[in-house]
């Protein structure tokens, strides 16, 4: 349930990407030593291709090649939180199925956020240069009207995206978006970028714009510089390029069937989809418990709920990378202070309060620095030897009260108060029937509260609305890291993305002392400059600067980060063959999606 | 008391209310703060049987310097999904839902019985007034109203939070109260006193308040009732905010989503809190219904006969069974 929001936070973040990006104007040179990974990145390319011919052997022995399985009449049940009726198939409006999307539209490319590989979807192969990036778009897709899927799409597409203010949008211009031929799209860079960042700028991209539906928008995006009734835009029936095409939506249904004319066609040997509206976590727990769905895409599961389900339901467990970690709102007056949040990062027991949202699950931040990566240890390969520098915040509350008191604070009748007198509190809000969330919520304010802040626990169901619209909150809690293990990415949502510039009101700068060094002489940190400058870096000087960026974290703390994730996913295997998550088609979201067009979900025989 | 006592309903009730009052005042004083993490996950209750299992132990305490034997329990309801024990926190919660309770009781009570009771007795333009004031309060919507309050003001604070719920509550009471006055009003016994030139508050005071106590009695411990399931409701529903479990309404929503009735060992999470909510709210049914012997004043005389007629036949009793006695010699 959680994932699912992350969606429609990028979304709000485009949108306010394309006015931030007009103020920004055209940063030219920046990148300077990403030259490198260029030739490696054709090889990378390549190596997708082969990958992908690759997956039917390598998958286990209930795959599958193309023509081995026979065609069954089975629908596969899964379950959608948006009600099916009021879906909007407009990627850029409200109410857009994220998830059952991924099986009516095809995504540019997929990744296994495990390991950071990137898989091919429309695109073929892809080759990054310092200037030029060029992709090439897989035979055979078709749009659901019938069609050809051509590399023209591709470009549309992306012009639109970069138009709307999309992550894209700021490695490539929309007038360098050219198309050589049907099959390849070239893009013009303006710096060089590593290939993690170009490529994981692509990964929320899905084939979902038909150019008979939307080019009034680019042109009117070309020609005025905005396209005010895109977000408003509504579809009948969406034309979709995924491997099932829509058949209806209605108030407790949204149904799709096989569509033939997909390249993967072949790999999938069952007719329908059915996704069934059931939008709490209680409710899915239950059509699982009582096989009225076929699996779920993912979904947080406490232990004693996953035991109770029976020996055919098999779970994929996949690092998130992502997890709870508290927003402090910068234009509160106490949490703008850099010790009242060190103080409160001091304060929480992440060990615990990992075990009480669900041990299995979470894991606690090992050091608060802003790179994801504590379920394998990869932070640690990025910190490198300045990893003893960094504070680790183990709890400790006279440290904690120290900060406090340095800030003018003074603890009276139990209770800390400012040199006001007025009482610290931590009002902290959460999104309601978060489940995992709610438990480790609790044991956050035990801490606080033993500690002498007055904290309690809000589970909002105006949560988004909220945040979002307005910063309604003071202390709120939501995922830390951007779900991708390359550090940019989450450093970049810390320091000068959307959530650090709107949400968190965080400065726009800072003065950060040596790495280790707390009482060393400061140097300013412009954000914006120094992650455009990251963002262009490979090898060791990505290293370096990444080292530096999150040590701005460390010391600053725009979030607190607490926890990380996993999230789980959920197949049956009475009436399905499927693979374990020791298969790296599974780690890619999400399998219910992503597997069918592998030939790695494929119906029994009836 | 005695009248009270003879009646099963008020016995029941009065024991089940008390019961819940020596919960509120000492129970926290004897078991231990329900705390995060302060025992394994999900334990059942009655952990390995209720005989002999290891939910309690024999121990020694020390009072007053005396070593006497006593009982440690160990969580036994079991305990929630963040180890928190299922009794700790029904005891701890009830100071909080009984002044909560009270405080909305004695709200509904005042402000409902004066209004009520002044409109009807006074007539005239006061009661065209106070009446024009209870039908305004008595037609807002209701429940927009509570969640709109609600979200405004964030209540935490148990009395408050009781006065809140409650909002409305009087004026259905004052509305009802009316009407019995201006009935009794008009009896003759009432005439009788006032030509008798009894002063207001005496006619106010020994004619009219005993008349419509019971009424008075149950509408009170109707309201005491409502706030329970309200303050329930919207604990449940997460409209509420909580720093820990201050409600047993907190329990079962947190009971509830995780999966309380999905599975067996989740389910005694949501079936204690649902058991101590329907035992208050019986007590306080049950009690209300066992005060009309008290103060309804046909009720009372019938009693007072019955409970004299049996002081009669005991000391009747007493010589004749002397006089068998002698019989036997």
Redesign the interface.
Known sequence: MSEHRTGQAQRQRRKTRRRFIQSVGIAGAAGLAGCAGSNRDAATGGDDESAESDNSSTGDTTAQSTDSVPMTDRTFVTATTNVPKDMQFNPYGQKYPERAALALFENLLYVNEATSTFMPGILESWDIGDEMVTLSVRDGFHWHNGDAVTAEDVAFKLKLEIHDGAAIGNIVEAQDVSVPDDSTVELGLKRAVADEVFLYSLKPIALDTPRSEFQEFLDAYENDGEAPGLTEKTLDEPIGTGPFKFVHARNQELVADKFEDHPDAGQINFARFNWNYLQ???KQ??AL?TDNVDGLDNIFT?E??S??YGDHVREIQMPANWGMGVMFNHEHEHYSQQNVKQAIQYVIDRE?LA??AGGKMHVPVEVPCGLPGNFDGSYKEWLGDSLSGFNKYEPNTEKAAALLEDAGFSKQDGTWTDENGKTLEF?FKIP??W?DW??GG??I??DL?DFGIE???????SYFDDIYSGQKYVVAGLGWPDGKLYPYFSLNKLLNGFRSTTILKFPRSAEVPPIGEPDGETRTVEFEAELEELAGLTGDAAKQKTQELAWVVNQHLPMAPLMEKVDQAWLTTDDWNTVTQDDEDAIVDWPPYYLPREGKLTAKPE | MRVVWNDARARIGAVLVLGFVVMGVVGPALVAEPRVGQAPLLVGPFQGGIVGGRWYELTSTSLFGVSVPWVALHWPLGTDNVGRGILEQIVHATPRMLTMIASAGLFVTVLGTSIGALAGYSGGRIDQLLSTVIDIVMTLPGLPLLLILVALLEPKNPVVLGVVLSLQGWAGMARAIRSQVLTIRSTSYVEAAQAMGLSTPTIVGKEIVPNIMPFVMINMVNAMRGVIFASVGLYFLGLLPFSEVVNWGVMLQLAYSNGGLLTVDAAHWLLVPMVAIILLSMGLILFAQGMDRVFNPRVRARHAKTTGDSEETESTETPTRAVSMEGNL
């Open positions: 709490s976590n209680q727990w239950q418990r406490p004693n709920i035991e109770s615990k075990q009480t009002p309601s029937g489940n709610t438990a609790q044991s304010v035990q509260n904290a309690s626990l809000n589970p909002s169901q």
